[in-house]
DNA sequence: CACTTGACCTGTCCGC
DNA sequence: TGCGGACAGGTCAAGT
């Protein structure tokens, strides 16, 4: 589920909420998702203060003053939710919320803080996963070996980012952009969304699109990135922020989710397909592949 | 080797 | 209303 814009969200959102909370009890049956022995959990989590709230591409990463971190995928249908004592454990936010009362079936791990604040890793479909792992550790770990570079890193440039889209100069450009080891943190939506904006068709290979076409997607995708995380992500299903809201991205999406509708750019109707197994929405009229 | 396809899960929606 | 099948925002492993 979540891309970068979302996780982004939600991590700013835990970084205002967590650091200097102390973790008081952790409650977690779910091996496959997180593995971690209840042992290692009381030694090197429970009694820790979290310290802050971080990312790498789509991961989360919650540190701790144990010199250990939880890392954390939200994949499909991950959410991370705060909720303060105060709250309980009920639906009653200010704010409309997509989540009610928790615990609910979908909590695979609750951590509970000093003071009886609470969060709660919530996640429908099981792909995502949680590790504790020592933080000099984290970056040793196979995902973050391979990941590409961060799109909205001060010193990315439209330059790096056509040399890491050439060495797969063979594929279609909306795989490429898929593909994590690439460039981090792009998902379906703001692939389709940026290319678009680009006016690239995605089955279009990357060899055969110009240097300056190139330059025009990392702007494109640049800007829809940044749009995303200042409002706060795109809620399609199950997407919520660390206190339970929805992100209102896909009120601004030109194709995502459009399908039937007129391009906002000419007007023709959106279509949908399938590209690199993914469902895939694009204008004809402006993105037409080239033979 | 490079690229594509299925698998992982659960839930929902759509057509018959 | 019931049932089967397709599909869902991500990533790996296995296949071609």
């Given at each position: 589920m979540p891309e970068l814009p979302e996780v982004e969200t939600v991590r700013i959102g835990l970084d205002r909420l967590l650091p200097g909370k102390i973790i008081e009890r952790v409650t977690f049956d779910w091996p496959k998702g997180f593995p971690n022995t209840p042992a290692d959990v009381d030694a090197f989590l429970v009694g820790a203060r979290i310290t802050a709230v971080k990312r790498r591409a789509k991961v989360l990463l919650i540190e701790l003053d144990s010199k250990y971190s939880l890392v954390i995928h939200l994949k499909m249908t991950g959410q991370l939710v705060f909720r303060g004592a105060e709250q309980a454990?009920?639906?009653?936010?200010?704010n409309a919320s997509l989540?009610?009362?928790?615990?609910?079936?979908?909590?695979?791990v609750t951590f509970t803080f000093k003071g009886g604040d609470h969060l709660f890793f919530n996640?429908?479909?099981?792909f995502g996963w949680v590790r504790l792992l020592p933080t000099a550790e984290v970056p040793q770990i196979d995902f973050f070996q391979k990941v590409g570079p961060e799109?909205?890193?001060?010193?990315?440039?439209a330059t790096d980012f056509a040399n890491r889209l050439r060495r797969r100069n063979g594929s279609g450009i909306k795989a490429v952009l898929l593909d994590q080891t690439v460039v981090?943190?792009?998902g379906n939506i703001y692939a389709d969304e940026s290319l678009w904006g680009a006016k690239?068709?995605?089955?279009?290979k990357v060899g055969q699109v110009s240097d300056a076409r190139l330059k025009m997607l990392y702007q494109k995708l640049v800007d829809v990135l940044r749009l995303s995380i200042e409002k706060g992500g795109s809620t399609d299903k199950n997407y919520v922020d660390a206190e339970g809201k929805r992100g209102s991205y896909l009120t601004f999406a030109n194709v995502f989710r459009r399908?039937?509708?007129?391009?906002?750019?000419?007007?023709t109707t959106i279509i949908k397909t399938r590209v690199a197994g993914r469902g895939t929405h694009l204008c004809p009229h402006c993105q037409k592949e080239l033979v």
């Open positions: 454990f009920g639906a009653g936010h200010p989540v009610g009362n928790l615990p609910d079936k979908s909590t695979r996640d429908q479909r099981k799109p909205l890193a001060k010193d990315f440039t981090a943190g792009i690239i068709h995605p089955l279009e399908e039937g509708k007129p391009c906002p750019r000419c007007g």
